[in-house]
T-cell receptor
């Protein structure tokens, strides 16, 4: 079964508007971390934001915030005031603590975001 | 500044040849990983290593080999047995704990000619 699900097709947003990128996850662990990465056309993977499973507050990093709904197992990324440079592929990922030393990040398939001027 | 370096950025290989992709980190991270990415697709795990002199296969290890002789280095060899090696390869490193994500290199784009 997929552990990270990103099902939105390519997303479009008008410059300066906000956009939400969806991510749902599946785990039986109580302790885990959720991450979002951005991949522009150059290919590098850029870390955006982290949410721990025990964090009560939603994580925020500048224009990025994570809408964490633990009971629904969703971790949606919200980008406020979109900029042209936000056009990229976005990956949601989870790292579970239960596997201990072998704990690895599991990535979703990604969502392509295009910002229109 | 600490970071993770992949080289070369672009690599061309003739069919039947082995090639080695370099990945070096100075972040003092214990774990290192290799991923393959095909156009418009997600990341698929090839190999990973949690400690020096030890590594495990990921989801698509066939046709690839790795070594981890030093903590800082985790080279990936794409062998002639890999049927379709043209792809973008990303190396990453991390601390072991779940609260830490990965730091990625800038990638190597491999093309078979």
């Amino acid at each position: 079964a997929q552990k990270i699900t990103q099902t939105q097709p390519g997303m479009f947003v008008q410059e300066k508007e906000a956009v939400t990128l969806d991510c749902t996850y599946d785990t039986s662990d109580q302790s885990y971390g959720l991450f979002w990465y951005k991949q522009p056309s150059s290919g590098e993977m850029i870390f955006l934001i982290y949410q721990g499973s025990y964090d009560e507050q939603n994580a925020t990093e500048g224009r990025y915030s994570l809408n964490f709904q633990k009971a629904r197992k969703s971790a949606n990324l919200v980008i406020s005031a979109s900029q042209l440079g936000d056009s990229a592929m976005y990956f949601c990922a989870m790292r579970e603590r239960g596997t201990g030393a072998n704990s690895k990040l599991t990535f979703g398939k990604g969502i392509t975001l295009s910002v229109r001027p | 500044d600490g970071g993770i370096t992949q080289s070369p950025k672009y690599l061309f290989r003739k069919e039947g040849q082995n090639v080695t992709l370099s990945c070096e980190q100075n972040l003092n991270h214990d774990a290192m990983y290799w991923y393959r990415q095909d156009p418009g697709q997600g990341l698929r795990l090839i190999y990973y290593s949690q400690i020096v002199n030890d590594f495990q296969k990921g989801d698509i290890a066939e046709g690839y080999s790795v070594s981890r002789e030093k903590k800082e280095s985790f080279p990936l060899t794409v062998t002639s047995a890999q049927k379709n090696p043209t792809a973008f390869y990303l190396c990453a490193s991390s601390k072991k704990q779940a609260a830490y994500g990965y730091t990625f290199g800038s990638g190597t784009r491999l093309t078979v000619v």
